[in-house]
């Protein structure tokens, strides 16, 4: 089978693996139809990511059909569309007998930590898989994970109606992160570098837009808010200074969600926290939430179609990568086709 393999940083190939031969009792083998890519795949190939181990096949975006189950399997049957949640956890940790098996102390994301999707056969845990209609092209279906980290992000941030969301950042999480706000009843406002990046944010449900520019955040902010400021702020820039300024503009009380890996250090004060009673949350991957995004797309609540930019045959990846450091303006999310 043909897999987008990174053998060492800078260098991806198109290789000629092993199919998987068979699953174990509560595994499922699938053959994959699309996958998107993401920032992160692009940090395994340029050598960027700290998590990131070489040989590997990436991918952690994708979707396909059922080709085969193992007798102990009950969720899906073969020929069945489904999603891949990427998160593997243990099952016995604290953070697992918490129920917040996202933050596993062994937590593995296929793609990063172990083979990912990026090929066209894969064998995974059957409680990985969800079942989708197959009325949702695959291309789309492949958006269910980055709209998963979306949701993950609202439920941390317990953003509801009444709320004025603050997004910073209008990437494929920016643009998930804000069709889940609105469709839990908040307003939006979101920022970006480029123009064309807040076009497609205003198609998507933005309320209100900034283009930043030298110090304009915080006038154009409280211009578009009577001067309240936003109830929380969403920081998918995740520099060191994106960090602080999520801090400075968050209204008296307000929510930050931090949803960073960076180990650089934002400059903040004790007093930033504690003189607005600031509740600041972190958000990792996400936690079941694939049951409610593959729902909300199955009810036509979501426009991944909004997010998937190109689609380019699994062969032409290393292109597909090219385009995406390039062409930042026009690219949003970029699909391959298994
Ligand atoms: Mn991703």
């Not at 189950?69 to 891949?84: F, L, P, Q």
């Not at 197959?134 to 980290?149: G, K, M, N, V, Y």
């Not at 123009?195 to 837009?209: I, K, N, Q, V, Y």
């Not at 009673?277 to 694939?290: A, D, I, M, P, Y």
């Amino acid at each position: 089978m043909k897999a987008v393999q990174i053998v060492k940083p800078q260098q991806m190939i198109l290789a000629e693996l092993p199919e998987p031969q068979g699953c174990g009792a509560h595994e499922v083998k699938i053959r994959v139809k699309a996958a998107g890519i993401c920032g992160s795949d692009i940090q395994i190939y340029r050598g960027t990511n700290p998590f990131a181990v070489y040989p590997r096949v990436i991918g952690h975006e994708f979707c396909g059909v059922v080709e085969e189950t193992g007798e102990a399997v009950t969720r899906v049957s073969k020929g069945d569309h489904v999603a891949i949640d990427p998160v593997v956890s243990c099952g016995n940790c604290r953070a697992c007998r918490s129920g917040r098996h996202n933050v596993c102390e062994k937590l593995e994301v296929i793609g990063v930590h172990r083979d990912g999707g990026f090929c066209d056969y894969i064998v995974l845990p059957e409680k990985n898989v969800y079942r989708a209609d197959p009325s949702i092209p695959f291309d789309l279906l492949a958006t269910a994970e980055p709209f998963s980290i979306g949701a993950q992000i609202c439920w941390r941030g317990q953003v509801s109606q009444g709320d004025t969301v603050l997004i910073m950042g209008c990437g494929p999480i920016g643009l998930c992160t804000l069709q889940i706000a609105r469709l839990r009843g908040a307003r939006v406002i979101i920022t970006d570098l480029l123009e064309e990046r807040l076009e497609r944010a205003r198609d998507c449900g933005a309320e209100g837009t900034i283009l930043i520019s030298g110090g304009n955040l915080e006038p154009e902010l409280d211009r578009l808010t009577d001067g309240e400021g936003p109830t929380v702020v969403i920081d998918t820039v995740c520099s060191p200074s994106s960090l602080e300024q999520a801090f400075r503009v968050s209204r008296p009380a307000g929510r930050v969600v931090v949803i960073g890996l960076t180990e650089k250090t934002s400059q903040i004060a004790q007093v930033d926290f504690t003189k607005k009673e600031l509740t600041v949350t972190g958000s990792r991957l996400n936690r079941h939430q694939f049951g409610d995004v593959i729902r909300w797309m199955e009810e036509g609540k979501l426009c991944p179609e909004k997010l998937r930019s190109h689609v380019f045959p699994a062969q032409d990846a290393e292109k597909a990568f090219q385009l995406i450091q390039e062409r930042p303006q026009e690219v949003c999310k970029v699909v391959l086709a298994f």
